[in-house]
Structure formats: C-alpha cells, structure tokens
C-alpha cells in the first residue's frame, strides 16, 4: 500500500513511512499486496527486508521504536517493532528467507535467512502466487514472479509447487479459507495437490483446523469452499465426523439432494442470512447423524426419526447432538459457549413445538431454548427448509413457520427465567423456607407464571408464597 491509498490506517501510513527512513531495500508482501488488488482495506502489513543481517536490522530499528526478536516454529526470521503508533502487537518485518524441507509436515523444515536472498528467492517460498507479490517501498514497483496478479484478476487459486503442501498441509486449508473469503477457485493443478496431499492434514494441530474452519465458515462462500474441501477430501480428514454424509443417499420425500449437498446448500442460505458462527458450524452438523440413525419404514423410504418399533433407535438430532460434542472438544479450541450453543442447535434443529400455536407453547419453547439462542434455532430452521430445494421463504406453504417465529417474538418479553420473577429467595426465605426447599418454590411459581404472566405481580406472587408456607408448617 503507498501513500496515496487514503482508506489506509493512519498506522498503516506510518508503518511504511518507517521503513523509507531506515533505507533498506523493503518491500511489502503478501495479504496485504493480495487485498489491495481486490479492492479490500487490507488489515495488517507485512515487511520483508533484503541484504541486512539481523544484527543490523535490530540495531537500525531501533531508532523507530523497542524491538523484539520473531520467530517461527522457534526459528529466528525478523523482528516485531512496537512504537506509539503501531498496533498492540506491532508490525512485523522479516528478512529475506527461504525454507528448506526436512520432511513432511508444517514443522519439518530449516529456515535459511541471508543477506545475499533476493525477493524473488522469498516469495518462492510461500504458497499461493496470489502470496507472493511483493511491491518496492520506494520505487513503488510490483515484483511478481508467479504473475500473482493476474491470478487475482481472473480469482484463480494457483499453488506454487507441490512442495507447498507437502511441507506444510495446513496451506490447503487456507487456500479453502480463500475460496471461501474471496470466492478464488483452485486451477487443475492446485486441485490435484490438495487432493493428493488432503490426508496430510490429519496430523496438523487440532487448534489449527479450528481456526482455519472458523475463518473458512465466516466467509461469505463458505459453502462453496465446503463443496471443493469435499471434492478434494481435505473435508473428510479435517472434520472426519463428516466422513459419512459425502454421498449418502437420503431417499427421504423430504428430499431430493445427498446428505453432503443439502448440508451445503444450507450453509449457503446461512452465509446469505449473514448467521452467527454458531448457526453457520451448527448449519455444518446438523445432520450429522443421519447415517447412524436411518432406518427403512413399510413406505420403502428411509426415515431418520426414532424407529418406534425399535426400543434402542435414536433420533438423527440426538446422535448428531453426539457426534458434534465429540467433534467440538476434538477441536479442543471451540469457546464453551460457542461449543454448546452448537451443540443444543443440532439437538433442537428438528422442534415440534409449533405443531400448535399458541402464545403457552411459544414461552416452554423460549424458555427451553434460550433467549440467546431461540432466533438462531428459527434462522437454522429457515435455512434447513430452504436447503431442502424448496425455495426461498415467502410463500403460502410457509405461513405457518412466519406465524411461529412471530409468535415466538411477540412473547419474548414476558417472564420466563427466575430472575425475571416479581419475588426472590429472600422472600422465600423470610417465610421459612430453606436450602433446596427455596429453589424448588420459585420453579414451581415461575410454572405457574410462565402459564399466565399476569400473576408475575409482587403481591399475587408474594400471597402463593405465604399459602405454601402456611401448608408448610401445619
């Protein structure tokens, strides 16, 4: 980015303003090049400096701000310098390296930093050329050895060897995450190489794959990038839970598409209703228990309820419940909330409750769901149904999920949670109730309330509390 880009942060400005005092020959590289091209306010920058020793690098830096050594897998490559106008964690300029691979795997390789590497050598070493464009600081030229710009034009995924994926798998995944941000496509060869090094991924760290997914469902072509991570079967290795939805065959009249496809056509009315990232990884499991639930009715279909002539089957939402609470602590980064947010969609995805409505069955629904959660389950729902192949929503055959998401807003406010009761356990305990005997009186009052919300008056409720403590005591 250069000095005319007026959407720049003012740090961002500062950063290379920096790096022309020092006098190095600098460049900006990567992600940040990549944005820029596509018309998107990069977020960071990164530097790379040629013909300078770290010594040197750490010592002329110093006159911009404290410095501190960065490192890589415990591999000295640049500096970070932190001054009043960086951000918290400062800016990162690293020297000229190349990478040497000992054997497979993101770890398995020797940095090699000289001052005598040229640019050219270090963009050789990443991984996608849309990466590896890297721009002179000072006279402002592109240095595109991959022809990386072009692949930005026409948005095409190009590896730059296989040696990419071989010496660190997790690239696939990024290059999915691509796709998925900024609807890049891999050429043949890309997709051969991740497809040939897709079950390296196995052995990468389980944080790592969360994040990459957290990123990769976050994008607006989430779905597309799930139909390519199936294709390739890096999907199967990084989420192997989802291994036996690919291709199964639902033979369901609610159904047309494999399981695998109508997971990802629901993915993809998540992404255009802009859903939270619970929806979105709960989009992802939602139907993960199919395969171990279905059972063939007298009708010839299959049928993925419980088997009421089978005392041990399960529901799909049930074990799919399961399968993503195992999934979720595999992943062993997912924050508590988000893992059981998750975890309760894809174990309420398949509710009953509007069977009838009714404002009593819209409060047990809140109530039981959440306020928190319950127009995330309604927002899963909208787009389970419309992943079915049916349409958006809108027409007469969904009038009544409108009704009970209306329904279900409109008492919303009423009180449902203790906390939201008229009366507390000090009044409880004022009439001589003690220990559980207090929590028990106000669930049995919040019953009655959530039954009728006019009684949530301090003096009604106060009078149901004196009555049991009367009976209490005689």
């Known amino acids: 980015m250069t000095d005319q880009h007026t959407a720049e942060d003012e740090w961002q400005r500062r950063a290379v303003a920096a790096m022309r005092r020092i006098g190095l020959e600098t460049y900006e590289v990567g992600g940040c090049i990549r944005d820029e091209l596509l018309g998107k306010p990069p977020k960071d920058v990164d530097f790379v400096v040629c013909g300078v020793s770290y010594g040197d690098l750490e010592r002329i830096l110093e006159l911009e701000g404290r410095v501190t050594p960065n490192a890589v897998g415990g591999r000295l490559v640049g500096c970070r310098l932190l001054a009043d106008w960086t951000p918290d964690e400062g800016i990162e300029i690293s020297l000229a390296r190349i990478e040497v691979s000992i054997s497979s795997g993101r770890a398995n390789f020797d940095v090699v930093t000289d001052p005598s590497l040229s640019i050219h050598a270090d963009l050789g070493r990443r991984d996608f050329t849309i990466n590896a464009i890297a721009r002179n600081i000072e006279t402002g030229e592109l240095v595109d050895p991959f022809n990386g710009v072009g692949d930005i034009a026409t948005r095409t995924l190009r590896v730059i060897g296989p040696e990419s994926f071989s010496d660190d798998p997790s690239r696939i995944l990024r290059g999915l995450v691509r796709v998925a941000k900024d609807r890049f496509f891999p050429d043949n060869r890309t997709s051969d190489y991740m497809r040939l090094y897709a079950p390296e991924i196995a052995v990468e760290p389980q944080e790592q794959v969360f994040m990459e997914f957290e990123r990769l469902l976050a994008g607006p072509y989430a779905a597309e990038a799930l139909r390519i991570a199936a294709a390739t079967g ?207 009186l106000l669930q049995d009052i919040l019953r009655l309330v959530v039954d009728n919300p006019d009684l949530n008056s301090r003096d009604r409720l106060l009078s149901i509390m004196d009555r049991r403590s009367d009976r209490k005591q005689t």
């Not at 039981?368 to 899963?380: E, P, Q």
Request: proline fraction near 5%; hydrophobic fraction near 40%.
């Open 234 to 440: 890096a999907l199967q290795v990084a989420l192997p839970e989802l291994a036996p939805i690919i291709g199964f065959e639902q033979e369901s009249r609610y159904h047309d598409l494999t399981c695998d496809r109508h997971t990802f056509r629901v993915m993809e009315e998540a992404c255009w209703s802009d859903a939270s990232m619970r929806v979105r990884w709960a989009a992802l499991f939602h139907d993960v228990g199919k395969p171990a639930s279905v059972w063939r009715g007298a009708d010839g279909r299959l049928h993925y309820y419980r088997n009421p002539e089978d005392p041990e089957s399960r529901s799909h939402e049930e074990i799919g419940a399961e399968i993503t609470r195992a999934a979720m602590n595999r992943l062993q980064q997912p924050p508590n909330d988000l893992r059981d947010d998750v975890i309760k969609l894809v174990a309420e995805h398949m509710f009953t409750d509007d069977r009838k409505l009714t404002p009593l069955r819209a409060r047990r629904f809140i109530q039981r769901i959440g306020r928190d959660l319950v127009f995330d389950l309604l927002l899963l729902r909208r787009c389970d149904r419309a992943g079915k192949g049916y349409g958006p929503l809108g027409g007469a055959d969904d009038a009544h999920l409108i009704a009970w998401e209306n329904l279900v807003d409109q008492e919303l406010r009423q009180p449902l949670f203790i906390p939201e009761l008229a009366v507390n356990g000090n009044d409880a305990l004022a009439r001589g109730f003690v220990g559980v005997e207090i929590g028990a």
